[in-house]
């Protein structure tokens, strides 16, 4: 650290308190909390930073204030955040809203002056936030909120122990173990806890993160184990989680050792100061966060002992599933040589997706959308459904752009997997419920922009008004469904706690359907996924297997040869099970 201050904010709605009542545990941890102090005996600083009322003009700003601080008061905890004035930041006194790093930037400011993103640690509900938060260098963390399925910490006393070690800075954490046989998983008391779903060892130093079948375990006691047993001692600060799409991360950053390697989902050991600046840089082929520690990243479901019986009309969609007509789908995409996002070929296939669509009934319409300082499009068809309004919709998304990073605009870029296969995926979708009569409204998009940094789905999301985001029940979105990574055909469903109900169907589906394995995360990464769950929408990416990785994507070698169709077919006949469901079916649409 830099010798400051450490900081330590929360948000207060759905982290400290619930409906106007302290949540289990909160009075405990904050007194636990200030009562940590440093090497050089400096206590804690605690500091609150809430979305509240807005102010019309400056002179409301302190009676909204004044009203805050009694809700704390009320509550019994306005102790800890004394002087209010320095230790409480409201979206009213500085305009802006979460995630906005202005109110971040001014909580540290009031706060202490000579504090930096690197001395403040973060705890909120909200998922989106604590991303926000990370980018800036902050260390922060996800408290399962009211209602929500996960978190870096389950209950408010987990987190004592962690900001212990992030004040301590835990130079002597080390790497103890990376477990990969579910028979060894008994090696140590940390593995046996994290097997019996515990998350809340207390002993000093002892966590663990889980990488589908590793188990990844620190303790300030022992000695680093990696693969190659060289006993390589590592402090907790340098253990971070990188999310990569194919081998991103580890082609640009060869230097940097990794511990455990499940193709999306690396742990790796990085000097914060290097991880912080990677993280500000918003590189869009990688993210880099601090590990969360007793949390499951990945997981590989169990086979399923039983499955819902199959609807005999939703069999036949899936069985509509065609394998030639995808490859037929997908050779017309790669056959553009580049669908870079602001090239001629991008419009040129981009307006033939257009045409396509239209020919088989779907309103599809063109929208201008900014890539830099440049024009690229997204592709919005509908086709509404017969059910009674207001009716819900449901979203199927794909990227169609492409990119090769090393050769520039005009390169070749195929984008065979990354993304023409599930841009042909949603082309196949396209094609089978366009004569089916569904209850529920359907909406195909085609992104431009996503390889640049999400611009397409960023500024859809952003210009939905609110009743239209309200009826949007479930977002599918396909980006690289056609390498086969894996010994089995795997499919990864990545979402956000608010996906999770989009995620138990689409696992219903492929064990009712199909014989895709599949493994889930809820941790969601760059993809077209994500601007909707930071909206608060259920959305997944559906994605393949995450134990290996397309190592050729974003160049000139992701071609046609290497996309396995049996991949794409099951995990469409997946997609297609699942949107049968939610569609519906009614008997007579005239």
Sequence with gaps: MTGNAFLVFFDLGNTLESDDVLLPGALETLTQIAEIKDDTGRAVLLGLISDFTPATTPEQIPAIQAEYYDIIGRLGIRSFFEPVAERVTLSTEVNVRKPDPAIFRRAIEKLDPAASFADSLFVTENLAHVRAARRLGMRAMHFRGPGQLTGDIISLPDLVPLVRDFVEGTPDSVLVDVVTTPAALTATEAAAAAVAGATDSRSPGVHWVRLGDQLVVTSRAGTHRDRTGDGTEIPLDRLHLVVQNGRLFQQQHPDVPVLADKGRYLIVDLEPARARALAVEHDPCFAVIPAPLDTVVFQQQPPPTTSAPQVPWVRDLVDAVSPSEFRADLEKLVAFGTRHSTSATFLAAVEEARDRLAVRGYTATLTSIRVGSR????????????????????????????????????????????????????????????????????????????????????????????????????????????????????????????????????????????????????????????????????????????????????????????????????????????????????????
């Design 375 to 590: 024009t690229s499009r997204n592709l919005i068809a509908d086709r509404v459904g017969h059910g009674p309004e207001p009716r819900p919709v449901v979203l199927v998304t794909a990227h169609l752009d492409s990119i090769n990073i090393d050769g520039g605009p005009a390169a070749p870029a195929p984008g065979a997997d990354d993304n023409g296969s599930g841009s042909a995926g949603l082309l196949t979708i396209a094609r089978i419920f366009a004569e089916h009569p569904a209850e529920a409204d359907l909406r195909l998009i085609l992104f431009g922009g996503e390889e640049e940094g999400l611009f397409g789905s960023l500024q859809y999301v952003a210009g939905l008004p609110p009743a239209e985001r309200d009826r949007i029940s479930a977002v599918l979105n396909m980006d690289m469904i056609g390498s086969l990574n894996t010994p089995l055909p795997t499919v990864l469903l990545e979402g956000g706690t608010v996906s999770q109900p989009v995620i138990d169907g689409l696992a219903e589906a492929a064990a009712s359907y199909t014989s895709l394995v599949v493994q889930t995360s809820l941790n969601p990464f760059n993809s077209d996924h994500v601007p909707f769950i930071d909206a608060g929408i259920p959305a997944v990416l559906t994605i393949e297997g995450a134990d290996s990785a397309n190592d050729r994507v974003h160049s000139e070698r992701d071609t046609l040869e290497f996309v396995d169709e049996s991949l794409p077919v099951e995990i469409l006949r997946m997609n297609v099970a699942f949107l049968a469901g939610v569609l519906g079916r009614v008997a007579d649409p005239g």
